[in-house]
């Protein structure tokens, strides 16, 4: 049943669609939102272990490694405890130090990604404690892990990953829930936390609905050859993880950039002509994101936005941090004249969950309307199982 296309003209759309019901399947008999309570039973046994761990290291490749990024900052927060992220690739060219007293959690759709493989083999014989967190059930990667969570997001078949990113985010985020049950200090963060949950399936069903809006812009930008995607704090994942869809399946060269760093480089790049999606969802860093707006139309650049419905518009968030009116006319037009997709809100640390919907539906798009198979991108394979 679910490996058909059913009405869905490629399986990554089909996917795509899928995620209100697959992140449901994700947190199901573990996320207990009126208790507000998370079990993670792969991992019961081994909670206070991790929870004395000394630094935990994400490791992974492509679009998971992605969701480790999306849900670092939460651990950090969350656990007090270092977190390390690492590509796994780089992380074995590298063969840094690693010790007995780490925690090593490897993210991998297919369980079977060659680098990751061989870095857990690394950490392995550094006595480290080995986390899995997987979709595919069996895999090398469930069995060579002391323990793990799988994520249930049912079988992917496009070679682009969209609903086992959402699935492995949400699994991260239901581990940094789980080590932190014992915080008292973070309770009404974790509330926040599961009561956001217990609404993202809803909320991520109405982002969906961007569908047709998403797919009438991409048409505006098939004969682009470049692409900027523009995010900071949580959604420089978003942004990384968007760019990465957009250039495996469309060829178009999509970079993500952390808006911190535009002027570091990046800025040279910005005229009227490139496309820029800008991410400016509202969260504690919105005032930064203003100023990014700020730079980038001060240069010509028509950014493209992902913003929060109902929020402080982006108008405001300029007024209040010093008032003024040059600007805020600049931006008063950016609001008005540029595109703009409107996502529901949800709490800081899960608005990555909806944003990546828009560049994921975008990314499909462009690769349709240039005449490509995005079920089957050129060069690329589901599971990469050579070095
Ligand atoms: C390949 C796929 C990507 C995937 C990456 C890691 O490059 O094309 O979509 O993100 O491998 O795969 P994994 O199965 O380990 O998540």
Redesign the pocket.
């Known amino acids: 049943q679910q490996i058909r296309k059913g009405n869905f003209d490629h399986f990554m759309l089909k996917e795509i669609f899928e995620q209100p019901e697959s992140i449901v399947n994700t947190m199901r008999g573990r996320v207990n939102f009126e208790n507000r309570t998370v079990k993670l039973g792969g991992l019961s046994n081994y909670i206070s272990a991790i929870r004395r761990s000394r630094r935990i290291v994400m490791i ?5 490694y992605h969701s480790c990024l999306a849900t670092r900052d939460l651990f950090e927060e969350l656990t007090d405890i270092p977190i390390s992220v690492e590509i796994a690739s780089y992380f074995l060219d590298r063969r840094p130090p690693l010790f007995r007293d780490d925690t090593c959690i490897f993210v ?3 369980g ?2 060659a680098d ?1 493989i061989l870095a857990l083999k690394y950490c392995i014989e550094r006595g480290a404690m080995c986390v899995g967190v997987v979709n595919a059930v069996g895999s090398g990667i469930s069995r060579q892990t002391l323990c793990g969570v799988h994520i249930n997001a049912g079988p992917e078949i496009g ?3 969209t609903k ?1 990113y959402t699935s492995q985010y949400i699994t991260l985020v239901m581990i940094a829930l789980s080590l932190s049950e014992d915080r008292l200090s973070k309770q009404s963060r974790r509330n926040e936390i599961i009561d956001g949950l217990g609404k993202i399936s809803a909320q991520l069903q109405e982002v969906l609905g961007l569908n047709d809006r998403i797919q009438a812009v991409s048409e505006t930008l098939v004969d682009k050859l470049k692409m900027l995607i523009l995010g900071r704090g949580y959604q420089y994942a978003t942004a990384l993880e968007g760019a990465l869809k957009i250039k495996e399946i469309s060829y178009i060269l999509a970079e993500g950039i952390l808006t911190g760093e535009l002027k570091h480089g990046p800025l040279a790049l910005v005229d009227a002509d490139i496309p820029i999606i800008m991410i400016a969802t509202k969260d504690k860093l919105f005032d930064k994101i203003i100023n990014g707006i700020g730079q980038v139309t001060a240069r010509s650049g028509k950014p493209i936005f992902i913003a929060s419905q109902n929020g402080p518009t982006l108008v405001e968030g300029k007024k209040k941090e010093n008032g003024s009116v040059e600007t805020k006319a600049e931006l008063q037009s950016a609001e008005t004249s540029y595109v703009r997709f409107e996502v529901p809100e949800t709490v800081d640390c899960l608005q990555g969950l909806l944003n990546i919907v828009i560049l994921q539906i975008f990314g499909y798009w462009l690769a349709v309307k240039k005449g490509y198979n995005p079920d089957h991108p050129r060069n ?5 199982t050579t070095e």
Request: charged share 10%; hydrophobic share 40%.
């Open positions: 992974a490749c492509g679009t998971s991998s759709q297919s079977e990604t990751t070679v682009a990953s086992a690329l394979a589901k599971a990469v």
